[in-house]
């Protein structure tokens, strides 16, 4: 792992494997840690990029929300990968990491060659969506400052967005719930203050503008994504999309053999020269 400074704010970069660049950026809650047990079949193919999100990982926790929002988050990635790689990358981003990566396509699209969404969105279109959930997630950011990481980590893994995590073997929940453990209590709540979902400017208008290819990717038992996933092909020009069988939201721990062998056939097929 590697600390790279990026407009004065300490990014956590962690670099497995040669090859084509893949970026791999992970949700709200998450970390590097949350891709290291796939690592070990996407080097083979792939130089694996994992990046901590700002209030994520051992990255940076600025006390300022204004410094998680999305505009700087990417300006910041753009320069990370323009430091880390002199080619336009494979970018791939799940939930919140993925709303990230899809923003990176529409307003830097140079420096991406294709794009990989798991269980992400182009935000919320209406307004007052957009309201109602920032307020949401500010009573939950002030939850997390006033009862601490443990009480908002039991609270998250409970939703029923992440039911399907608990058929897991529990040695693999209590690796993940660790993981969520050492997340920093102001990192978060600045985070949903920040790149919440309501808060982040609505990409939906831009999809018919996204020339690179994208994979999408939803989990079947991911009602909700999984109908997002199938309204943003409509709109995207140059997009497959996979429903993941037996899947929830988190289909790289799901289903992780299914995800590695999408990813790994899906860049292999875009680097073939068009004759």
């Known amino acids: 792992m590697t600390r790279i400074t990026v407009n004065g704010l300490n990014y956590n970069v962690d670099v497995h ?30 130089t694996a990029i994992l990046i901590d ?18 505009t700087a988050v990417a300006r910041d990635l753009a320069k990370l990968l323009q430091a880390l790689t002199a080619s336009p990358v494979n970018l791939l981003g799940y939930s919140m990491g993925g709303r990230l990566a ?9 420096l991406v060659k294709t794009l990989i ?6 935000g919320l279109a209406e307004a007052q969506e957009r309201l109602a959930r920032r307020k949401r997630d500010e009573a939950l950011a002030d939850a997390i400052e006033r009862e601490g990481v443990a009480a908002f980590v039991s609270y998250w893994e409970n ?29 978060l709540a600045n985070s949903l203050r920040g790149m919440g979902t309501g808060v982040q400017p609505p990409l939906w208008d831009d999809l018919t503008h996204v020339r690179q290819p994208v994979l999408l990717m939803a989990g079947e038992l991911d009602a909700k994504f999984a109908r997002i996933a199938k309204q ?7 997009a497959q999309l996979d429903i993941v069988p037996d899947a929830g939201h988190t289909i790289h721990l799901e289903q992780p053999g299914a995800f590695e062998g999408q990813v790994i056939t899906f860049i292999h097929l875009t680097q073939l020269p068009i004759l």
Do not use: C, I
């Open 17 to 46: 494997g040669s090859g084509v660049p893949l970026v791999m950026l992970h949700g709200f809650t998450g970390s590097v840690e949350n891709w290291h047990p796939l690592v070990g079949h996407l080097e083979q193919y792939t």
């Open 53 to 70: 999100l700002p209030g994520h990982g051992r990255s940076d926790a600025p006390p300022d929300p204004a410094r998680y929002e999305m």
């Open 102 to 110: 899809l923003y990176m396509a529409v307003h830097y699209p140079d």
């Open 117 to 122: 969404l798991e269980s992400a969105s182009p």
């Open 159 to 187: 939703l029923p967005l992440f039911a399907s995590q608990k058929r897991l073997p529990e040695a693999v929940r209590q690796q993940l719930r660790a993981q969520r453990l050492r997340n920093r209590p102001h990192g």
């Open 232 to 238: 943003m092909q409509a709109r995207l020009p140059h």
